[in-house]
C-alpha cells in the first residue's frame, strides 16, 4: 500500500506541477483555431514545397491536439486535397511543436529541452520529406489516398471532422471579442482536454508508477549509463522503442521522459522518445485502417529514421555548444501543493477555465461533444460549428 500511494503521490506532484502550463497552451490554442478556418488550411497545402512544409508546421502548432486526433485531422486534410507530405508535417507540428509540450519541458526538465523541441521537430519534418521525395513512389501514394478516401474510422474522428472556427467576417480582435469568439474558443478548449485526457492521466500514472517502483539501475544498464559515448548512440535508437511500447502518446508522455532522463538515457535519447508519441501501436493500427498496411510499414520505418536523426543532430548541436543540463540535477517533482508561484498560477488559470467550461456547457457543447469519436466525414463533406 505504501509503495502504490507513494507513486500516486509523485503522480499528484507531477500533475499540480503543470496544471497551469496545459491551461495556457490549450487556451491559445482554441483561440488560433476558433478564428482560423479549415479550409484555409487545406487550400495552402497543395504541395511539399519548402514554404508550404512551413506553412502545414506553423498551422499544425497552432492547432495542437492529442495524437489520435492529429492524426484523423492529417487524414481530413489529406482527403480534402492537401498534400500527404504536407498533411504528415502538420501531424507531426500539432502534436510535437506546440507552446503547451515546451512549457511543460522547461518546468518538468529545463528550458534546454524546450529549445530542442523546436530544433528537433522541425529537423524531423525535413528529413521526413527528404525521405519521402526518396522512397515514396506514386503506386503507394495512390493506394493510400485509394484506402483513405474509404473512411474507415479510426479514433477522434468526430473531433478532425467539425470545424469550429468563426465564419463571421472582420479583424482578428473584432471576431476574437464577439460572443460567437467566446463560444468557439470554450468549445474548442474543452474538445481539446477531452482528446488528450485519457493518454495525460495513463501517462502521469506510469510515469509515477516508475518513478516509485523502477530502481534507477534498470535504467542505467538499458541506455549504457555510465558509456559516454556508446550511450549518445544509443539513446535515440532506444528511445522511439520505449515510446512505442509504452502506449502514451503526446504530452502524456513528457512525464515518462523524465524518469528515463533522470535514469540515464541521453538528451537526443529522449528527444526521439517524445517524438516518438506517433508510433506508439495504436496509432500504428490507426495507420493502417487510414492509409492500408503498405503504408503503415513506409510510415513506421520513415518516421522512425526521421526521429533517430532528429535525435542525433539535437544530441551533437546541443552537446558541442554545451547546452545539455547535468543528469545529476535532474529532479521529480515531489513537493505537492504548497504557497508557490505555481499555486497561484493554477488559481488563476483553472478560474480561465471554469468559465470556458461553464460558456461550452451552456451553448450545446455537451451535444458536440458526444460526437467526437464519431464517424468520418465524407471526402466532399464539411462540417462546421
Not at 5 to 29: D, N, P, R, V
Not at 113 to 134: N, Q
Amino acid at each position: 500500500m505504501h509503495a502504490i500511494l507513494h507513486a500516486l503521490s509523485l503522480t499528484g506532484s507531477m500533475t499540480w506541477e503543470i496544471t497551469w502550463a496545459l491551461i495556457l497552451g490549450f487556451g491559445l490554442s482554441a483561440v488560433v483555431q476558433a478564428v482560423v478556418r479549415r479550409t484555409t488550411v487545406v487550400r495552402l497545402l497543395g504541395d511539399d514545397h519548402p514554404r508550404t512544409l512551413a506553412l502545414a508546421a506553423g498551422f499544425g502548432a497552432a492547432s495542437s491536439s492529442c495524437s489520435y486526433a492529429a492524426v484523423a485531422l492529417a487524414r481530413s486534410l489529406f482527403r480534402k486535397g492537401a498534400d500527404f507530405t504536407a498533411a504528415m508535417a502538420f501531424e507531426i507540428a500539432s502534436t510535437n511543436l506546440v507552446v503547451e509540450l515546451g512549457v511543460i519541458l522547461a518546468l518538468l526538465m529545463g528550458w534546454q529541452f524546450t529549445l530542442a523541441e523546436f530544433v528537433g521537430g522541425p529537423a524531423m519534418i525535413v528529413l521526413l520529406a527528404l525521405l519521402f521525395r526518396l522512397l515514396l513512389r506514386e503506386r503507394l501514394l495512390r493506394q493510400a489516398r485509394e484506402q483513405a478516401e474509404r473512411g474507415v474510422a479510426g479514433s477522434m474522428e468526430g473531433h478532425a471532422a467539425m470545424d469550429m472556427s468563426i465564419q463571421a467576417k472582420g479583424p482578428f480582435l473584432r471576431r476574437l471579442l464577439s460572443g460567437d469568439g467566446f463560444t468557439s474558443v470554450s468549445h474548442v478548449f474543452v474538445m481539446e482536454w477531452a482528446a488528450i485526457l485519457r493518454d495525460l492521466v495513463i501517462g502521469l500514472l506510469i510515469a509515477g508508477a516508475i518513478a516509485a517502483w523502477v530502481p534507477d539501475a534498470f535504467w542505467g544498464s538499458l541506455f549504457l549509463d555510465g558509456h559516454p559515448l556508446a550511450a549518445k548512440l544509443v539513446g535515440p535508437l532506444v528511445g522511439p522503442l520505449v515510446a512505442i511500447a509504452s502506449f502514451v502518446c503526446s504530452i502524456g508522455n513528457v512525464p515518462l521522459a523524465v524518469v528515463l532522463w533522470k535514469g540515464g538515457i541521453s538528451f537526443g535519447g529522449v528527444v526521439a522518445f517524445i517524438f516518438a508519441d506517433l508510433l506508439i501501436l495504436p496509432i500504428l493500427n490507426i495507420y493502417r485502417k487510414y492509409y492500408g498496411p503498405r503504408m503503415t510499414v513506409f510510415l513506421l520505418v520513415t518516421f522512425y529514421a526521421a526521429i533517430v536523426l532528429a535525435g542525433y543532430l539535437v544530441e551533437f548541436v546541443f552537446g558541442g555548444l554545451g547546452l545539455i543540463p547535468d543528469q545529476a540535477d535532474a529532479q521529480i517533482p515531489m513537493e505537492g501543493v504548497s504557497w508557490n508561484y505555481t499555486t497561484w498560477l493554477n488559481i488563476a488559470f483553472l478560474l480561465v477555465a471554469a468559465a470556458l467550461v461553464g460558456r461550452f456547457l451552456r451553448t450545446g457543447g455537451p451535444a458536440m461533444l458526444r460526437m467526437m469519436g464519431g464517424a468520418p466525414e465524407p471526402a466532399d463533406q464539411h462540417h462546421r460549428h
